[in-house]
């Protein structure tokens, strides 16, 4: 989930600003997106990063973020973290327990249920991090086949087939 928040934000208006700023400060995470940088740069990052561990990793990626948020606000949403890998959660970890100021917010989901069953981690961390105030939890209802049919309805601009409705709610759960 990181790399393709990291692949969206280098294709957004600020492309060249956060390619440069992951070039000096993040060059692991850069190599890992193809075709941002040119070949022959692309040899010397990987020349630069020979040896570096998966810490040194997720200190550049917590410091390019802070760099970039330091002018203006970044807001990084990662869906579903309850499919998260191990590293992932490492990092969000990382990020939530810097003190550096920056205007950067991060939100994440996931479903407890399915945390328990595959990212017991991920709740271990949530508790931990809003235990020493670093995150807010947001315990969502789920939605009712109503709520469901409102929202596409809000979200297609108009009436929306009845099956598309119950499609939708039976494979969201609400």
């Given amino acids: 989930p990181l790399l393709e928040v990291l692949m969206r934000l280098c294709q957004g208006p600020d492309k060249a600003e956060i390619i440069a700023t992951l070039q000096r400060y993040a060059p692991m995470w850069l190599l890992q997106l193809p075709g941002l940088v040119e ?3 692309a040899e010397r990052l990987a020349r630069q990063v020979v040896g570096a561990t998966p810490e040194r990793m997720t200190r550049e990626l917590c410091n390019a973020l802070e760099l970039l948020a330091s002018d203006k606000p970044l807001l990084l949403v990662l869906d579903d973290l309850h499919w998260a890998d191990a590293s992932t959660i490492d990092f969000l970890s990382a990020l939530a327990q ?3 100021p920056a205007k950067l917010l991060l939100l994440g989901t996931y479903r407890p249920a399915d945390a328990v069953l595959h990212a017991q981690n991920l709740r271990g961390v949530v508790r931990d991090l809003r ?4 995150c807010e ?4 209802e789920l939605l009712s086949a109503r709520d469901v049919a409102s929202y596409l309805r809000g979200c297609l601009g108009g009436d929306v087939a009845d099956s598309l409705i119950a499609g939708v709610f039976r494979r969201s759960n609400g």
């Fill in 98 to 100: 810097r003190r550096q």
């Fill in 137 to 140: 939890e947001l315990l969502l």
């Fill in 39 to 41: 070949p022959d740069e």
């Fill in 131 to 134: 235990d020493r105030d670093r």
